[in-house]
């Protein structure tokens, strides 16, 4: 795996720590302002960060903990672009039971000045 890609592989394994300690601002920063896509939570596209921090937020108030966990991340260059794909999987313990919700996801990058940011994100569930 070159560096970029792995590059965009530690990132997808920030935003799980993130999401597992509670901190979507840090989230966030890996996302561009005109981010967009779709959520496995809601059927309308997500077209802003505002929409997208809901979305996280949807998970975090289900349950006491909140496990995110993702597995077998690929990362591929297009030109300018990047792509990452992986399986995902969210475990919601609520009152001594778990509920877990899988499914898989992708992530569109463009460099920016500011490094690589997420442009597009896919999450569907498991069916």
Do not use: C
């Not at 890609?5 to 997808?12: A, F, G, P």
């Not at 802003?48 to 077998?72: A, C, M, R």
């Not at 990452?84 to 778990?98: A, G, N």
């Amino acid at each position: 795996m070159d560096s970029i890609e792995k590059q965009l592989v530690n990132i997808e394994k920030a935003i799980v720590k993130f999401f597992n300690k509670k901190d979507i601002t840090s989230i966030l920063q890996f996302f561009s302002p005109d981010f967009s896509g779709f959520s496995s939570t809601r059927h309308e596209r997500v077209t802003n960060l505002t929409q997208l921090k809901k979305t996280f937020l949807h998970y975090l108030d289900e349950g006491n903990p909140v496990k995110y966990s993702i597995s077998g991340v690929k990362a591929k260059i297009f030109g300018e672009g990047a792509l990452t794909t992986f399986y995902w999987k969210v475990e919601i313990h609520k009152k001594k039971k778990v509920k877990t919700v899988e499914g898989r996801g992708s992530h569109m990058f463009i460099m920016l000045d500011t490094g690589w940011m997420i442009v597009h994100e896919h999450y569907s569930k498991a069916h």
